[in-house]
C-alpha cells in the first residue's frame, strides 16, 4: 500500500513564525501536493510539484512556499505565520502525467495563535 | 480553472437507505475521482472514473464526460458511509503537471 506520512498530526503556533510541515511519500510518485480543507470550502490546493525541485503554483499559494528537494519529501513553508493560515493541511501523491489515484496523508491540524 | 459543484451540500439518510449524489464541472476533464473522508479526517480513493459506470460493491459511479457531470450511488447505506464525498477533477497545468480540483463537497450522516 502507499503510505503518505506528514510528520505532525497537531500543530500549534504562534503569528509571525515560520512553519514547516513535512510530507513523505513511499512509492515513488512524480506529483506530490499540499491542500488545506475549511468547512465550506472543500479542499483547495496550495501547491504541487511533478519532479524535483519543480513546483507550480495552485489556487491558493499567497503566504506559502514549497521545496522539494527529494523525490519523496515536499515539504511547505509558511514563512511569517498568520491566524487566517489556521486550517488543516493535507499532503497527497500520485502516479505520473496520466491522472492516476491520489493517495492523502493523515492531514496535520495547524493552529495559529 | 476548472469549477466544480457539488449537490447536495448536506444528506441525511436513515440506514438502509439509497442515495445519488452528484458532480457538475465546467469544462473537458481528463479525469476524474471520488473520495470519501472519514469521521476522523482520512480521505480515501472511492472510484478513479474518465467515463463510463464502475461498482464497488453498495458503491457505483457514472460519469458522463460529454455532458460534464458524475454521479455517486450508494444503496442500503450503512453508518460507515458517513463522512464527506468529494469529487476532484484532473486537469493537465501549463507547466507539465497535473492537478486535481475538488469539489467542496457531500456531507453525509447515516442514521439508525
Known amino acids: 500500500d502507499v503510505k503518505v506520512t506528514q510528520s505532525s498530526r497537531y500543530l500549534v503556533k504562534r503569528t509571525g513564525e515560520k512553519v514547516f510541515l513535512e510530507c513523505v511519500q513511499d512509492?515513488?510518485?512524480?506529483?506530490m501536493f499540499w491542500y488545506r480543507q475549511d468547512p465550506g470550502l472543500g479542499l483547495r490546493l496550495i501547491y504541487f510539484?511533478?519532479?524535483?525541485?519543480?513546483?507550480e503554483k495552485g489556487d491558493i499559494p499567497e503566504g506559502y512556499s514549497v521545496s522539494r528537494e527529494k523525490k519523496e519529501r515536499f515539504s511547505l513553508i509558511l514563512e511569517s505565520a498568520s491566524t487566517n493560515q489556521t486550517s488543516m493541511y493535507l499532503c497527497?501523491?500520485?502516479?505520473?502525467?496520466?491522472?492516476?489515484?491520489?493517495?492523502f496523508g493523515n492531514g496535520t491540524r495547524l493552529t495559529v495563535t | 480553472g476548472i469549477q466544480v459543484e457539488q449537490s447536495p451540500p448536506d444528506l441525511i439518510l436513515q440506514e438502509g437507505a439509497n442515495s445519488t449524489l452528484r458532480c457538475n464541472f465546467s469544462?473537458?476533464?481528463?479525469?476524474l475521482q471520488w473520495f470519501h473522508q472519514n469521521p476522523w479526517g482520512q480521505l480515501i480513493n472511492l472510484f478513479y472514473?474518465?467515463?463510463g459506470t464502475k461498482q464497488n460493491g453498495r458503491l457505483s459511479a457514472t460519469t458522463v464526460a460529454t455532458e460534464r457531470y458524475s454521479l455517486l450511488y450508494i444503496s442500503s447505506s450503512q453508518t460507515t458511509d458517513s463522512g464527506v464525498y468529494f469529487c476532484?477533477?484532473?486537469?493537465?497545468?501549463?507547466?507539465?503537471?497535473?492537478?486535481?480540483?475538488f469539489g467542496t463537497g457531500t456531507q453525509l450522516k447515516v442514521e439508525l
Open positions: 510539484s511533478y519532479d524535483v525541485k519543480m513546483k
Open positions: 469544462d473537458s476533464v481528463n479525469n
Open positions: 476532484a477533477v484532473i486537469e493537465y497545468s501549463q507547466g507539465g503537471g497535473n492537478k486535481l480540483t
Open positions: 472514473i474518465p467515463s
Open positions: 512509492m515513488d510518485h512524480e506529483n
Open positions: 497527497a501523491s500520485s502516479e505520473g502525467l496520466g491522472g492516476s489515484s491520489l493517495h
